[in-house]
T-cell receptor, first 112, second 113 residues
Framework: GDSVTQMEGPVTLSEEAFLTINCTYTATGYPSLFWYVQYPGEGLQLLLKATKADDKGSNKGFEATYRKETTSFHLEKGSVQVSDSAVYFCALSASGTYKYIFGTGTRLKVLA | NAGVTQTPKFQVLKTGQSMTLQCAQDMNHEYMSWYRQDPGMGLRLIHYSVGAGITDQGEVPNGYNVSRSTTEDFPLRLLSAAPSQTSVYFC????????????FGSGTQLSVL
């Protein structure tokens, strides 16, 4: 079945460091891909999304490119801030369904 | 806009007790769903609904019941709570179309002793 695999955390970085969180997926057809972020004590909120191959989603300095050839959707940010500390979830929505499948989440901690 | 509202925020139950987690949305979304979040497991889909009167099972439905009598409300019922149901529960909704983003509630932290 469809699945999402993302890198284990926690990831600890210093402020202004470069961030990469890896995400790969398995799906039939052409799913839409998402990154959600969860701040402490809150629900998840959409960070960015891409709906077709080679699309780049971006928001708040974060980017991810839908790579069908490598079935990946890695999250990147050039310079992280303390306020980026959160848990990041990669997810897919299989084409033609309402079902969203989430990865296990990666906790990011940014130190001042 | 209130968005997706979940109640209660925290709940402690004894094994065998029953309770209902409430979820309401004011965005007229057709799709509503319940997830549980466990350490190292990510979010797992319990039940979902694509409209009033229509529900279906997700990945981990056992021990949970749902109904959807109105577009706004989607309660989750635990008929006989078990320690394995200790988790954080999230309700989420979205508009029609499978590529629409999910709007999440703030979660319910449930402990079953």
């Amino acid at each position: 079945g469809d699945s999402v695999t993302q890198m284990e955390g926690p990831v600890t970085l210093s402020e202004e460091a470069f961030l990469t969180i890896n995400c790969t997926y398995t799906a039939t057809g052409y799913p839409s891909l998402f990154w959600y972020v969860q701040y402490p004590g809150e629900g998840l909120q959409l960070l960015l999304k891409a709906t077709k191959a080679d699309d780049k989603g971006s928001n708040k300095g974060f980017e991810a490119t839908y790579r069908k050839e490598t079935t990946s959707f890695h999250l990147e940010k050039g310079s992280v801030q303390v306020s980026d500390s959160a848990v990041y979830f990669c997810a897919l929505s299989a084409s033609g369904t309402y079902k969203y499948i989430f990865g296990t989440g990666t906790r990011l901690k940014v130190l001042a | 806009n209130a968005g997706v509202t979940q109640t209660p925020k925290f709940q402690v139950l004894k094994t065998g007790q029953s309770m209902t987690l409430q979820c309401a949305q004011d965005m007229n979304h057709e799709y509503m769903s319940w997830y549980r979040q466990d350490p190292g497991m990510g979010l797992r889909l319990i039940h979902y609904s694509v409209g009033a009167g229509i529900t279906d099972q997700g990945e981990v439905p056992n021990g949970y019941n749902v109904s959807r009598s109105t577009t706004e409300d989607f309660p989750l019922r635990l008929l006989s709570a078990a320690p394995s149901q200790t988790s954080v529960y999230f309700c989420a909704s979205s508009s029609r179309g499978t590529n629409e983003k999910l709007f999440f509630g703030s979660g319910t932290q449930l402990s079953v002793l």
